[in-house]
């Protein structure tokens, strides 16, 4: 068995691997197919003359089209995407500030996302076709069906615009320098609530909606009256028996929506105006700052492919018997 | 027996409701093609000058709104889909196509309008400001030519209008002076167009508002709720023609060819399409061209998938192999043999894709990639009122549920369409 997960592991690293060179051979296809000077795509006009040099020579950009196809592979591996035009500075220095707030904010909707959907669908499948159950459908397909810079918006709308209750963009007050530590983290709770709720409704509404279709299934199965009949009670028969075979494939959900998190942080940071990748990705798009764009498209194709592998090593994690099935 | 409300019912309705409400407009358009049709036989190079694509569009929109209402009628009992009862989805659905068609003659105004900015932005929803009309230089028809400028100048809505002016009130003394919200205009009294003596003062109402440019915001909905629906519509057949053809050649030839296509599929697959888009739409502009195309060719994944597996199936069938042997080409074992089959996967498949294409398209304009600025988009719109919040609320609001609504009748149609074909499965 043991021999098997290694097997597979080496497999979807060497998959994963194909993948982000399959991308990584896309984007410079793409930047030399686009119209104009493919070398105006590394070198900004404004450069000094010296600098500009300088990343000439680190691109090949003066040699053959293999060489330089080949130096943009290794550039990118090594993390050398050539300089922002409009911050002056490395790209991967410019990606380091942003970053981290991406991965926070979109783990915190992540989890969110999960525990409500989760509780919404318990709560809900104790009484199938109740009061509770039958709104929350109804809800979770209107939620599912609002795109998240309309929701956003809205919320602002209500709750900064007319209610005055949370501040609609940013991170932190502009007074949060001299603020004390829990005033501090106080302050970018109010911040975020806005751009989490935005962030999750969606995701919400997934969760719920397999988690229940999945509950219901089990709960349909013969073993369960069985159970019910040698005097269980139905805390336990859900805790013990129904759960256990019904969380596996929000697992496999999950590893989809994770992917599709990193879009959708991109349009809700756009809109509160928070300092995350999407935001940097938008605006270097909107000032055509391209040695940016690719290094941000690089570095969030990374991440989704990481999240990809580890969805799947969960999902092998919970269901050894997967095994077999994604090694063929 | 009770008497349910059809499809067709409602279908009609629209068209008549339209016709009565637009009859001077539809009549106008008849005869506007009527002479354009003498001048296209008169002077053919003449004719063919002044066809541009407002000019197709009315004479579309007016031939179809005789045409449809009739077939609708005659063909109700031969086409099935007429004779369903109608809820919730089909009306939004049938009310969207509406707008599609018919654009010119549900507008109020060109979607790009403006004239006294001051005067008309933003306006909230249901006001109304005074219409001041200036008189005209009319020169009498000489020709047909002429006859079909002219008829064409009153028909066709421009994005200006010189002989009109939006006020708040107006005086006469020795000069006609116009007030508006924070200036006045001071004109030659005989300017004015005057009937029994009384300057003609109309009323211009702005059903839902207008924007920061003075647009009629109704009349930019039921714009871009076209926009919107041919992107949808292109992008979606693209992403058909691609993911059927596609997962024909991998799953029938099977092997090589097969393992390379889906492992590339398998790239695009784990990988979010809205990079792609956006690193393509920053590499080579975005018109709408280009974003029809880019949606289109970031959808066809899924349905590659599900023909794929479907054509991987049926060869091994009985009836497949014998249709083979009977010597059909592969072009018609795949229309003939396996479409019939795998339609209704399919067909789901691109009712759920054209609802994400629509959001996809409203998404990029919103972040300002679309085609926001050369079309009214809803997404566009969206990005426009965020910066009037405060001011302005109907500027959000009203293409905000415009595309909510659309997005939730897609995502019910696709579910509805998925339960009809396969029954046993749950709502």
């Given at each position: 068995m043991k021999k098997e997960i290694l097997q597979l592991l080496f497999k979807r690293i060497l998959?994963?691997?194909?993948?982000?060179?399959?991308?990584?051979?896309?984007?410079?296809?793409?930047?030399?197919?686009?119209?104009?000077?493919?070398?105006?795509?590394?070198?900004?006009?404004?450069?000094?003359?010296?600098?500009?040099?300088?990343?000439?020579?680190?691109?090949?950009?003066?040699?053959?089209?293999?060489?330089?196809?080949?130096?943009?592979?290794?550039n990118l591996i090594q993390g050398n995407f050539g300089v922002s035009y409009t911050y002056r500075i490395p790209v991967i220095s410019v990606i380091k500030d942003f970053l981290p707030f991406t991965l926070i904010f979109s783990s915190i909707s992540f989890l969110i996302q999960i525990f409500v959907g989760f509780l919404l669908a318990l709560i809900s499948v104790r009484r199938i076709n109740g009061v509770f159950d039958k709104t929350v459908l109804r809800l979770s397909l209107i939620a599912y069906a609002i795109p998240s810079f309309v929701l956003g918006v809205s919320l602002i709308l209500v709750f900064s615009s007319m209610l005055n209750v949370v501040p609609s963009s940013g991170l932190s007050?502009?007074?949060?320098?001299?603020?004390?530590?829990?005033?501090?983290?106080?302050?970018?709770?109010?911040?975020?609530?806005?751009?989490?709720?935005?962030?999750?409704?969606?995701?919400?509404?997934?969760?719920?909606?397999?988690?229940?279709?999945?509950?219901?299934?089990?709960?349909?199965?013969?073993?369960?009256?069985?159970?019910?009949?040698?005097?269980?009670?139905?805390?336990?028969?859900?805790?013990?028996?129904?759960?256990?075979?019904?969380i596996n494939p929000l697992i496999s959900v999950a590893g989809v929506e994770l992917g599709i998190l990193f879009s959708g942080a991109l349009v809700t940071e756009v809109i509160f105006g928070l300092p995350g990748m999407g935001r940097l990705t938008v605006n270097a798009i909107l000032s055509r700052d391209y040695p940016l764009v690719v290094g941000c498209t690089v570095i969030s194709g990374v991440l989704v492919i990481l999240s990809n592998l580890a969805a799947d090593l969960i999902k092998i994690r919970f269901n050894k018997r997967l095994i077999k099935g994604m090694l063929n | 027996?009770?008497?349910?409300?059809?499809?067709?019912?409602?279908?009609?309705?629209?068209?008549?409701?339209?016709?009565?409400?637009?009859?001077?407009?539809?009549?106008?358009?008849?005869?506007?093609?009527?002479?354009?049709?003498?001048?296209?036989?008169?002077?053919?190079?003449?004719?063919?000058?002044?066809?541009?694509?407002?000019?197709?569009?009315?004479?579309?929109?007016?031939?179809?709104?005789?045409?449809?209402?009739?077939?609708?009628?005659?063909?109700?009992?031969?086409?099935?889909?007429?004779?369903?009862?109608?809820?919730?989805?089909?009306?939004?659905?049938?009310?969207?196509?509406?707008?599609?068609?018919?654009?010119?003659?549900?507008?109020?105004?060109?979607?790009?309008?403006?004239?006294?900015i001051g005067e008309t932005k933003l306006l909230p929803p249901l006001s109304s400001v005074e219409v001041i009309h200036l008189k005209r230089e009319?020169?009498?028809?000489?020709?047909?030519?002429?006859?079909?400028?002219?008829?064409?100048?009153?028909?066709?809505?421009?994005?200006?209008?010189?002989?009109?002016?939006?006020?708040?009130?107006?005086?006469?003394?020795?000069?006609?002076?116009?007030?508006?919200?924070?200036?006045?205009?001071?004109?030659?009294?005989?300017?004015?167009?005057?009937?029994?003596?009384?300057?003609?003062?109309?009323?211009?109402?702005?059903?839902?508002?207008?924007?920061?440019?003075?647009?009629?915001?109704?009349?930019?909905?039921?714009?871009?709720?076209?926009?919107?629906?041919?992107?949808?519509?292109?992008?979606?057949?693209?992403?058909?023609?691609?993911?059927?053809?596609?997962?024909?050649?991998?799953?029938?030839?099977?092997?090589f060819i097969d393992t390379i296509i889906?492992?590339?599929?398998?790239?695009?697959?784990?990988?979010?399409?809205?990079?792609?888009?956006?690193?393509?739409?920053?590499?080579?502009?975005?018109?709408?061209?280009?974003?029809?195309?880019?949606?289109?060719?970031?959808?066809?994944?899924?349905?590659?998938?599900?023909?794929?597996?479907?054509?991987?199936?049926?060869?091994?069938?009985?009836?497949?192999?014998?249709?083979?042997?009977?010597?059909?080409?592969?072009?018609?074992l795949l229309t003939k043999e396996i479409l019939p089959i795998i339609l209704a996967p399919v067909v789901v498949n691109l009712v759920f894709q054209y609802g994400s294409v629509i959001l996809a398209e409203a998404a990029l304009s919103f972040l300002g990639l679309g085609t926001g600025s050369f079309y009214p988009s809803w997404g566009a719109m969206i990005e426009a009122g965020q910066n009037y919040l405060t001011q302005a609320w109907w500027m959000v609001v009203s293409p905000g549920l415009c595309l909510f609504i659309t997005l939730f009748a897609a995502n019910n149609l696709g579910r509805e369409i998925q339960l009809y074909y396969n029954p046993r499965l749950k709502g």
């Open positions: 998959t994963s691997l194909i993948v982000l060179f399959l991308l990584i051979s896309f984007i410079f296809f793409l930047l030399r197919i686009s119209p104009g000077d493919p070398s105006l795509k590394f070198v900004s006009p404004d450069l000094s003359p010296k600098l500009a040099s300088k990343i000439r020579d680190s691109f090949n950009l003066n040699s053959s089209l293999i060489s330089q196809y080949k130096q943009f592979i290794i007050s502009f007074d949060a320098g001299s603020f004390s530590f829990f005033a501090k983290i106080s302050d970018y709770i109010i911040h975020l609530i806005l751009p989490v709720v935005t962030l999750s409704l969606s995701g919400v509404a997934v969760y719920y909606k397999y988690l229940r279709q999945n509950l219901e299934e089990v709960y349909d199965n013969s073993f369960v009256l069985s159970l019910r009949a040698n005097g269980f009670t139905e805390k336990e028969i859900i805790r013990k028996h129904v759960l256990p075979n019904a | 027996m009770t008497m349910r409300i059809k499809i067709w019912h409602q279908i009609t309705a629209i068209c008549f409701s339209l016709l009565v409400l637009k009859v001077n407009l539809v009549i106008k358009i008849f005869s506007l093609q009527l002479v354009f049709f003498n001048v296209l036989v008169a002077d053919y190079s003449k004719a063919i000058y002044q066809i541009d694509f407002s000019l197709i569009d009315y004479f579309i929109s007016a031939i179809m709104i005789i045409i449809i209402p009739v077939g609708v009628i005659f063909l109700r009992r031969r086409i099935k889909v007429f004779s369903l009862s109608l809820n919730f989805t089909s009306a939004i659905i049938i009310i969207l196509a509406a707008f599609f068609v018919f654009a010119p003659l549900v507008a109020n105004n060109n979607p790009d309008f403006q004239q006294n009319v020169k009498p028809a000489q020709n047909l030519l002429d006859k079909l400028v002219k008829l064409k100048e009153e028909v066709i809505k421009n994005t200006y209008d010189e002989s009109i002016i939006f006020a708040d009130s107006l005086s006469i003394s020795s000069n006609a002076t116009i007030f508006q919200k924070n200036s006045q205009i001071i004109l030659p009294k005989d300017r004015i167009l005057y009937s029994d003596g009384l300057p003609v003062i109309t009323r211009e109402y702005f059903l839902l508002g207008t924007d920061e440019y003075g647009r009629d915001i109704y009349s930019r909905l039921i714009y871009g709720a076209r926009i919107s629906l041919f992107i949808g519509l292109g992008s979606v057949i693209i992403s058909l023609l691609l993911g059927v053809s596609l997962g024909f050649l991998a799953g029938y030839p099977g092997g889906s492992r590339v599929t398998d790239m695009f697959l784990s990988f979010p399409a809205i990079f792609f888009v956006i690193l393509i739409l920053a590499l080579f502009g975005n018109s709408l061209f280009t974003v029809i195309l880019v949606l289109g060719f970031s959808g066809w994944m899924s349905l590659f998938k599900i023909v794929r597996g479907e054509v991987i199936s049926l060869k091994q069938k009985d009836f497949f192999i014998s249709a083979k042997m009977a010597g059909l080409s592969n072009y018609n």
